[in-house]
């Protein structure tokens, strides 16, 4: 039996509160699907920061983009809102807002971004697609306390 919308958004919503509750990177890595080839694209340019524009392909390189965004980027105050879910395509997109903080300079923006996740007949990720505030990140980077 094929998933249905509302089996989508439970996939989706489970995914993005990993993210927001800061669950361990073990257990976001579970949600990926390992039947399929997966990925993970942070779409900017990478001279804004390091996580973006590349993507990371199969589970080891998804869980370095995992660790190189923790080991650069704090969030708190995510929230996600606004599921839509295509069945046919078995993707759902959501917009996210929160507050990020560059760890290196402390600084901090709030933002509003979206996810596109593409999943498997097993409800598991396959792409994980994020568009965010680039700009803003790499203002927060490059703060010189002034």
């Not at 996939?11 to 949600?31: G, R, V």
């Amino acid at each position: 039996m094929s998933p249905t919308r509302k089996d989508l958004f439970n996939a989706a919503e489970n995914f993005c509160q990993a993210f927001a509750e800061h669950k361990d990177l073990e257990y976001i890595l579970s949600l990926f699907s390992v039947t399929h080839a997966t990925s993970v694209i942070e779409y900017g340019d990478p001279i804004l920061a390091p996580f973006l524009g590349k993507e990371f392909i199969r589970p080891r390189k998804i869980q370095e983009y995992f660790e190189l965004l923790a080991s650069l980027v704090s969030h708190e105050n995510v929230k996600f809102s606004e599921y839509f879910a295509d069945v046919e395509a078995m993707k759902v997109s959501v917009k996210g807002d929160g507050k990020f903080t560059w760890l290196s300079t402390k600084q901090s923006w709030h933002e509003t971004f979206t996810y596109t996740l593409d999943f498997d007949d097993e409800l598991k990720v396959v792409k994980y697609q994020v568009w965010a505030d680039s700009g803003a990140a790499y203002l927060a980077r490059i703060d010189n306390g002034k």
